[in-house]
C-alpha cells in the first residue's frame, strides 16, 4: 500500500514511491542522512553529500553505496515530487537497513535509500541567533546520524533558559557545534573554526573555500568555552544558511551586523552548484 506523509512532502524508497512496509524499515533509527537545497537540479557540495553517504554506509553497514544509482534515484524523486520540486527543493537523503536486526545492528542483506523532496527553505535569513553553552556531545560525531534526540533535547533545554538554541562544548571545554549546524567565530583577523570531535558540514567546507579563494583568513583550532568572550562575531552554517548572524553566547553581545556578514554574503555567492548527475 502507497502512503502520503503530507501534501508537501514526496517520499521514495530505492526509487518506487513510499509504501507502508518500507517505511517501516526505518523505524529503528539506526540510519544515516545527508540534507541539501537543490536548485535549477544542482547543488553545492554534491560531491562531499556523496563522501557523506559513502562513509556513514561503511561504517554503520560495511556495505558500499552505489552513488551514480541514488544520484539518479534523486533526479527521478525531484521530477514526480511536481511543484517545479527540481528547480528549488530540500531534499533528505537516508540510509537504513532494508530489514533491520536489533541483535546484528550492523549486518544487512540490503539497504534502503530514503529520498523525501520538500518545499525549499526559506530565502529570507533568520534572525540572529542567542546561543547557550551547553556540555554535550553528539554519539559518534563525525557521521549524520538519525539518531537526534540527545542534540534536539539540548535545544529544547537552551529554549528554555531564554535562548534560541545551544552550542555545544565537551567535558574539557572544547567547542564543537550545535544541534544542526557549525559556527564559525571572528577574532577581529580572522575566522576562527572549532577544532573539536563533530560532523564535518558540507555547507561549513564548501564556504571554508569560497572564503580560501577570497583570501580571508581563516584558522581552526581549539577553541576553549572561556575563549568566547574574547570573539566580536559570530555565524552558524548549515544546508538551510550559509550565515547565520550570532546575537549572543551565554549572555556575551556580539556584533550581528559586523562587516564580516558581508563578505560572507560575497563567498557564497560564490560557491559554485553540482549538477545533478
Known amino acids: 500500500m502507497t502512503t502520503t506523509i503530507s501534501r508537501d512532502t514526496w517520499i521514495e524508497i530505492n526509487g518506487q514511491p513510499a509504501r507502508v512496509e518500507t517505511l517501516q524499515a526505518a523505524l529503528p533509527n539506526f540510519g544515516h542522512f545527508t540534507s541539501m537545497q537543490v536548485r535549477d537540479a544542482a547543488v553545492a557540495g554534491l560531491a562531499l553529500h556523496g563522501q557523506r553517504l559513502q562513509a556513514a554506509t561503511r561504517l554503520l553497514f560495511d556495505a558500499e553505496l552505489n552513488l551514480p544509482q541514488v544520484w539518479r534515484w534523486l533526479h527521478q524523486a525531484l521530477e514526480h515530487a511536481g511543484r517545479d520540486a527540481i528547480h528549488a527543493s530540500s531534499?533528505?537523503?537516508?540510509?537504513?537497513?532494508?530489514?533491520?536486526?536489533?541483535?546484528?545492528?550492523?549486518?544487512?542483506?540490503?539497504?534502503?535509500?530514503?529520498?523525501?523532496?520538500a518545499a525549499p527553505a526559506p530565502a529570507a535569513a533568520p534572525l540572529p541567533q542567542r546561543l547557550c553553552v551547553q556540555r554535550y556531545a553528539r554519539e559518534l560525531p563525525q557521521i549524520k546520524h538519525e539518531a537526534t534526540f540527545g542534540a534536539l533535547w539540548q535545544r529544547r533545554l537552551a529554549q528554555q533558559a531564554g535562548c534560541d538554541?545551544?552550542?555545544?562544548?565537551?567535558?574539557?571545554?572544547?567547542?564543537?557545534?550545535?544541534?544542526?549546524?557549525?559556527?564559525?567565530?571572528?577574532?577581529?583577523?580572522?575566522?576562527?573554526?572549532?577544532?573539536?570531535?563533530?560532523?564535518?558540514?558540507?555547507?561549513?567546507?564548501?564556504?571554508?573555500?569560497?572564503l580560501d579563494r577570497m583570501g580571508v583568513e581563516q584558522q581552526q583550532r581549539l577553541v576553549h568555552a572561556d575563549e568566547l568572550g574574547s570573539f566580536a562575531a559570530a555565524f552558524l552554517c548549515n544546508a538551510t544558511h550559509a550565515a547565520t548572524p550570532v546575537a549572543a553566547i551565554d549572555g556575551h553581545r556580539l556584533d550581528a551586523a559586523h562587516p564580516l556578514f558581508d563578505r560572507l554574503q560575497q563567498a557564497r555567492q560564490q560557491i559554485a552548484m553540482e549538477p545533478i548527475a
Do not use: C, K, Y
Open 91 to 117: 531534499v533528505r537523503i537516508a540510509v537504513h537497513a532494508s530489514r533491520f536486526d536489533r541483535s546484528r545492528p550492523g549486518r544487512s542483506d540490503s539497504l534502503n535509500v530514503m529520498i523525501s523532496v
Open 165 to 210: 538554541d545551544a552550542l555545544f562544548v565537551g567535558d574539557d571545554g572544547a567547542v564543537s557545534e550545535g544541534p544542526t549546524w557549525n559556527i564559525g567565530l571572528f577574532d577581529g583577523q580572522r575566522i576562527v573554526w572549532p577544532q573539536a570531535p563533530m560532523l564535518a558540514g558540507v555547507t561549513q567546507q564548501v564556504l571554508v573555500a569560497a
